[in-house]
Nanobody, 123 residues
Framework: QVQLGESGGGLVQDGGSLKLSCTAS????????MGWFRQAPGKEREFVAG????????YYVDSVKGRFTISRDNAKNTVYLQMNSPKPEDTAVYFC????????????????WGQGTQVTVSS
């Protein structure tokens, strides 16, 4: 069992920056691929970014490429999402998730989820 807890959400202005963190406990963090997802009201949960167990491979949904950066610190059991130049359409609840595989980009591939943190981007 892995427990995940997100932090760092809040209100940010269009073009500002925000950094989300997700800390894991319970199992060996480096055994899991990690991902960030988001869900806006009335929409399905969407993959945002993923990072392989080793941190050597990252992947992003096209809409955030060049603006968001996912990273992980296995020594701190933490994965981050640096959000630069966020836009109003990035407003959503952001979830981190852990997958028992090298890399994952689909909701169905993730085994553990955090409770989410709200990000609101004002124009």
């Amino acid at each position: 069992q892995v427990q995940l807890g997100e932090s760092g959400g809040g209100l940010v202005q269009d073009g500002g920056s925000l950094k989300l963190s997700c800390t894991a406990s319970g199992r060996t963090f480096s055994n899991y691929a990690m991902g960030w997802f988001r869900q806006a009201p009335g929409k399905e949960r969407e993959f945002v970014a993923g990072i392989a167990k080793s941190g050597g491979t990252t992947y992003y949904v096209d809409s955030v490429k060049g603006r968001f950066t996912i990273s992980r610190d296995n020594a701190k059991n933490t994965v981050y999402l640096q959000m630069n130049s966020p836009k109003p359409e990035d407003t959503a609840v952001y979830f981190c998730a852990a997958a028992q595989r090298h890399y994952a980009s689909r909701v169905s591939e993730y085994n553990y989820w955090g409770q989410g943190t709200q990000v609101t981007v004002s124009s």
